[in-house]
């Protein structure tokens, strides 16, 4: 049933909200995005609620991102179909940003694309030894969007430009020491935590003798070399600098970003670079934009043909090239929208 996709609760002062498709790494439907953002102006309202919570079953996955399949279905029809679900889903990321009550994220277990946008934004963000965090959009057609605009580029120095233009991992530990969460707990804790949120509605409180660890960037693998070699102006740039660099680590994140999809690595680098001077409601009005026009390219469909349905891993990207895929190219996808600009 799909009222079962995505459960809420109400735990003492806590608000808990449950992503239950496990079957599915938790991916978000249309239905759940609709029904979450309802739930949270209810809870917003009430004033019995201090809290809120979001945490997901199985211990596969927090949330793995959208139902890129239904998406696929829909939008080979007509990619115009696909708008209203990244809109609401924006919208839903934006109110989760400015929540008037505190927001705590328990991001345990996989967590990439719509999965980012529902827990990055919240006032407290929990990772645990199964975190897996990634932004893997270029590798099937789209950006790194939910957010990704306004919070890659204020990750310390280039590593939200590294994530978004390679689709990296960070797991465990090192999700803390890039930035991405606030603190790390093992999740064996979680419960617990849960519990002294519920009984005290105060997420403060819960986490006081609760054996957090809080991160400090330093031990995070290569990070002098992402700084240096992902501050570049232009992929063209990047990509000589890692041929230049002649490392091993270097040479894989040049061939990675090859195998992107190159319309959407050049949208990429854009957007976060621009990202960086702007506020995160302009972040997400810019985002639209950009999602609009990937759902009426051939490179989304192809992608997920290729990683999702398929499952070949060989997309054949449309233009096949960085030299094809001009700035020219992807201009109209930054234009401004005039009246049908996304309403926050």
């Known amino acids: 049933m799909a009222d079962a996709d995505i459960l809420f609760e109400r735990r003492g002062k806590l608000g808990l909200i449950t992503l239950n498709r496990p079957e599915a790494l938790n991916a978000l439907t249309h239905d ?14 009430d004033p019995s609620v201090t809290v809120v919570a979001i945490q997901s079953a199985g211990d596969r996955a927090f949330c ?56 990055i934004h919240g006032s407290l963000r929990i990772a645990t030894e199964r975190t897996v965090f990634a932004m893997p959009e270029t590798g099937i057609g789209l950006f790194p969007d939910v957010g990704g605009t306004y919070f890659l580029p204020r990750l310390p120095g280039r590593i939200g430009m590294w994530l978004g233009l390679t689709g990296s991992r960070l797991k465990g530990q090192d999700v803390v020491r890039a930035g991405v969460c606030d603190l790390f707990v093992e999740a064996a804790q979680l419960p617990e935590l849960i519990d ?7 997420w403060k409180i819960a986490l006081m003798g609760a054996g957090l660890h809080r991160g400090g960037l330093g031990d995070l693998p290569e990070t002098p070399e992402i700084h240096y070699l992902f501050s570049f102006g232009s992929v063209e740039l990047t990509l000589k600098a890692l041929t230049d660099d002649g490392t091993e ?26 990202g960086a001077d702007l506020e995160f409601e302009d972040c997400m009005r810019l985002e639209y934009r950009l999602a609009r026009f990937c759902m009426t390219q051939p490179d989304f469909y192809e992608g997920v043909r290729a990683v999702i349905i398929d499952k070949d891993n060989a997309p054949k990207w449309c233009p096949p090239t960085l030299a094809e895929a001009t700035d020219n190219h992807v201009a109209p996808a930054f234009e401004l929208l005039g009246s049908e600009e996304l309403l926050l």
């Open 249 to 274: 680590w270097a040479k894989r994140q040049h061939d990675t970003i090859l195998t992107k999809s190159p319309t959407c690595t050049r949208i990429a680098h854009r957007q976060i670079s621009t």
């Open 196 to 202: 002294v949120m519920a009984h005290n509605g105060d």
């Open 64 to 119: 793995a991102g959208g139902d890129v399949r239904a998406l696929y279905d829909a939008g080979k029809v007509d990619g115009r179909n696909n708008w209203k679900f990244y809109a609401d889903e924006y919208r839903l990321n934006a109110k989760i940003k400015n929540y008037s009550k505190p927001y705590v994220s328990l991001m345990d277990g996989i967590v990439m694309g719509g999965g980012v946008g529902v827990s």
């Open 32 to 45: 759940m995005i609709l029904r979450l953002e309802r739930q949270l102006d209810d809870w917003r309202d």
